[in-house]
């Protein structure tokens, strides 16, 4: 999870045309076409969606990031695990970063 990211909004206008030009590049080549059909049937969804962004795209704005981020990223959809850390210590190490503000976090 990212945290304290900006989303500019012209950040969406600077990427459109890199974006277009690599669509367009990897739907007209045969061996990218079945890397992606196989990507798909490997790892069926979630994970299965295309490597490639598609165009035009289905998130136009960082509004719409903005929206999803707060929509989607909460303690319901978000778990911290740690390995070779003491529990009290990772409670607290969490409490003071910047995941403490995600919303409902304990």
């Known amino acids: 999870m990212v945290t304290r990211t900006l989303y500019n909004p012209w950040e969406f206008d600077a ?3 890199t974006v277009q ?3 367009k ?4 080549c ?5 890397t992606e059909k196989l990507h ?6 979630g994970l299965g969606n295309s490597l490639y962004a598609e165009f035009p795209a289905a998130i136009t704005s960082s509004k719409q990031v903005k929206e999803y981020a707060a929509s989607n990223l909460g ?6 695990v740690g390995t070779g850390i003491e529990t009290a210590k990772l409670v607290e190490l969490l409490s003071a970063g ?4 995600v919303s409902g976090a304990s």
Do not use: G, Q
Request: glycine letters at 0%; charged letters at 15%.
């Open 30 to 34: 045969a061996t990218t076409l079945l």
């Open 25 to 28: 590049l990897a739907s007209s």
């Open 15 to 17: 990427v459109k045309s």
């Open 40 to 45: 798909n049937v490997a790892f069926r969804s």
């Open 21 to 23: 030009f690599e669509s």
């Open 98 to 101: 910047p995941l403490a503000k």
């Open 75 to 80: 303690t319901d959809t978000v778990s911290i």
